[in-house]
C-alpha cells in the first residue's frame, strides 16, 4: 500500500516568486492536511481539506492557500514568497477529518528554501 | 483554547535502560492525544493514540503511553532503548468541541548512547 507521497522534496524559490506543492494521499483517504515545521515556530498546522472542501484552517496568512482535487490529491500555494517561508512542509492524510480520533500518515515533506 | 508542553527538549539514555518522554496538555474540550516519532529527513509517524478508551495505551515498536486527567499528562514509556529509537518525537493535543485543529508540541530529541 503505498504511502502519503509529497512532491517534490527539494525546492529553492527566489523572494517574490511563487510555488506550489503537491501532496498524494493514501488511497481511500478523503482527508488531507498541511503542516509547516521551522526550528523557530516548531509544527504548526496550515490547513485541511476534505472532500474537496477546507474544513479547518490554521493561522497563516492569505498568501498560503490549497486546493483538493476530486481524488483528493492536494495542492498547497505559496505566493510572494518571503525568507520566513523556509520550511519543512508536511502533508498528512487520513480517512477521517484531522483529529477526530484517528491518527494521520505523514508524507516525508518539501523542504522549501527561500533565497 | 488547548496547549501541549513537552517538558524536555532532550533526554539522553544508555540503550537497553527505560526511556521516559513528559508531555502535558491544557484543553477545554475532551482530547485526543498523540504521540508522533520523526527521524531525520522524514515525516512523522505515528506511535499510538488515546481518544477516551483505555487509559494506557500502547503503540508500535514497545512504546506506550498512560492518559492521566488528573495531572493532565499524557508521558511516553519504553522499558527499554535501543539504538534506532533515536528520534524527535511530538505530543499532539487535538479537542473535541473545537475545530480539530491539531496543536504540536515543541518535540524531545531522544539520545541514546551505546
Known amino acids: 500500500k503505498a504511502g502519503v507521497t509529497q512532491t517534490p522534496r527539494y525546492l529553492i524559490k527566489t523572494r517574490g516568486q511563487q510555488v506550489t506543492l503537491s501532496c498524494s494521499p493514501i488511497s481511500g483517504h478523503r482527508s488531507v492536511s498541511w503542516y509547516q515545521q521551522t526550528p523557530g515556530q516548531g509544527l504548526q498546522f496550515l490547513f485541511e481539506y476534505f472532500s474537496e472542501t477546507q474544513r479547518n484552517k490554521g493561522n497563516f496568512p492569505g498568501r498560503f492557500s490549497g486546493r483538493q482535487f476530486s481524488n483528493s490529491r492536494s495542492e498547497m500555494n505559496v505566493s510572494t514568497l518571503e525568507l520566513g517561508d523556509s520550511a519543512l512542509y508536511l502533508c498528512?492524510?487520513?480517512?477521517?477529518?484531522?483529529?477526530?480520533?484517528?491518527?494521520?500518515?505523514f508524507g516525508s515533506g518539501t523542504r522549501l528554501t527561500v533565497v | 483554547a488547548q496547549s501541549v508542553t513537552q517538558l524536555d527538549s532532550h533526554v539522553s539514555v544508555s540503550e537497553g535502560t527505560p526511556v521516559l518522554l513528559r508531555c502535558n496538555y491544557s484543553?477545554?474540550?475532551?482530547?485526543?492525544l498523540f504521540w508522533y516519532v520523526q527521524h531525520p529527513n522524514k515525516g512523522l509517524q505515528l506511535l499510538l493514540k488515546y481518544t477516551s478508551a483505555a487509559t494506557l495505551v500502547k503503540g508500535i515498536n514497545g512504546f506506550e503511553a498512560e492518559f492521566k486527567k488528573s495531572e493532565t499528562s499524557f508521558h511516553l514509556t519504553k522499558p527499554s532503548a535501543h539504538m534506532s529509537d533515536a528520534a524527535e518525537y511530538f505530543c499532539?493535543?487535538?479537542?473535541?468541541?473545537?475545530?480539530?485543529?491539531?496543536?504540536f508540541g515543541r518535540g524531545t530529541s531522544l539520545i541514546v548512547h551505546p
Open positions: 484543553s477545554s474540550y475532551s482530547p485526543s
Open positions: 499532539v493535543v487535538s479537542a473535541s468541541g473545537g475545530s480539530y485543529i491539531p496543536t
Open positions: 498528512a492524510s487520513s480517512l477521517a477529518l484531522v483529529g477526530q480520533g484517528d491518527g494521520y500518515t
